[in-house]
């Protein structure tokens, strides 16, 4: 099992800054392509971003492309997402997770085996 604890969320303005950070609690972090995903009240589970084992490889969601940046220290069992220019649309629980596919950047939660408990990200207008 993969434990991820999610840290970094809370109130901030638009066009303001966060960062959000995930550790994981095991040495095979680095085996694992790593994503985060978000949830607004009363709607469904967002992909926003995901990067690869390696490092070498992310992928954004259109909404977020251009001002959100995923980025992994393996050393630290630990990956990380740069919220910048942010918009109240942008409010919602942030999740980080866990994916054992190495061969394509997974987008779909289906895809993630391990899931944090959250943090709270609002942006106020």
């Known amino acids: 099992q993969v434990q991820l604890a999610e840290s970094g969320g809370g109130l901030v303005q638009a066009r303001g800054s966060l960062r959000l950070s995930c550790a994981a609690s095991?040495?095979?972090?680095?085996?694992?392509?790593m994503g985060w995903f978000r949830q607004a009240p009363g709607k469904e589970r967002e992909f926003v971003a995901v990067?690869?084992?390696?490092?070498?490889?992310?992928y954004y969601s259109d909404s977020v492309k251009g001002r959100f940046t995923i980025s992994r220290d393996n050393a630290k069992n630990t990956v990380y997402l740069q919220m910048n220019s942010l918009k109240p649309e942008d409010t919602a629980v942030y999740y980080c997770?866990?994916?054992?596919?190495?061969?394509?950047?997974?987008?779909?939660?289906?895809?993630?085996?391990?899931w944090g408990q959250g943090t709270q990200v609002t942006v106020s207008s």
């Open positions: 997770a866990a994916s054992p596919i190495l061969w394509q950047l997974p987008h779909s939660a289906y895809e993630y085996d391990y």
């Open positions: 095991t040495r095979t972090f680095s085996i694992y392509a």
């Open positions: 990067i690869n084992w390696s490092g070498i490889s992310t």
